[in-house]
């Protein structure tokens, strides 16, 4: 598995204007969102689902978008790729799992169908913005209340290589033991 290896230490996104068609077949589409849902989530409780926006579909949520937060400049963002998968977080109540588990789980679900497209050879970009955040646009979705929306994960072809962004040095972000 050096080949994985070697693909996550350079793996990296591409802004999703850059982003061009084609986008993954049908056959292609089903295998990244049958990685997307293999991801760790406590208790079985498969807490988010895939909503997938290809065609017409990307226009329609972008004009919910627009009318929503009131802001022209929403109404094309889902046409920058031609396949958009929102993922909705879908935390339940429940005794002992905290809500904080089931939104990482869905977080776990955004990263995995990233890694899979990305590694499948298409561009690919895990996004929010403002239209994330707004009902209607949640509600288009067949999100529930108290659903979110954990990402719009844009997946399309590049003709540029990207280069590497700036990382966080491990010293900064790593401790080996406790505090003294
Ligand atoms: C939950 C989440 C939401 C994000 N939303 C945005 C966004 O709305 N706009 C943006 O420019 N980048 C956003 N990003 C960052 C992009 O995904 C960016 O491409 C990424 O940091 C590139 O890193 P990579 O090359 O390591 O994948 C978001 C990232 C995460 C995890």
Avoid at 39 to 67: E, S, Y
Wanted: hydrophobic share 45%.
């Amino acid at each position: 598995m050096v080949e994985t290896l070697e693909f996550l230490k350079k793996r990296r996104s591409v802004l999703a204007r850059n982003m061009t068609g084609p986008g993954p077949d049908a056959e292609q589409l089903r295998a990244l969102l049958g990685i997307g849902a293999r991801v760790p989530d406590h208790g079985k409780l498969t807490p988010w689902r895939f909503v997938v926006l290809q065609g017409d579909d990307r226009a329609k949520l972008g004009a919910i978008a627009q009318k929503a937060l009131d802001d022209a400049g929403a109404a094309e963002q889902f046409e920058r790729a031609p396949c958009v998968v929102a993922v909705l977080a879908c935390p339940q109540e429940h005794p002992k799992i905290p809500r904080s588990e089931m939104i990482l789980s869905a977080g776990a679900a955004c990263m995995n169908l990233l890694t899979a497209a990305q590694a499948t050879g298409f561009a690919a970009q895990w996004l929010t913005g403002a239209a994330a955040y707004a009902d209607a646009v949640l509600q288009a979705l067949g999100g529930a209340q108290g659903d979110e929306i954990a990402g719009f994960i844009y997946i399309g072809t590049t003709d540029e290589a990207p280069s590497d962004r700036a990382r966080p040095s491990l010293d900064d972000v790593v401790r080996f033991g406790l505090e003294e």
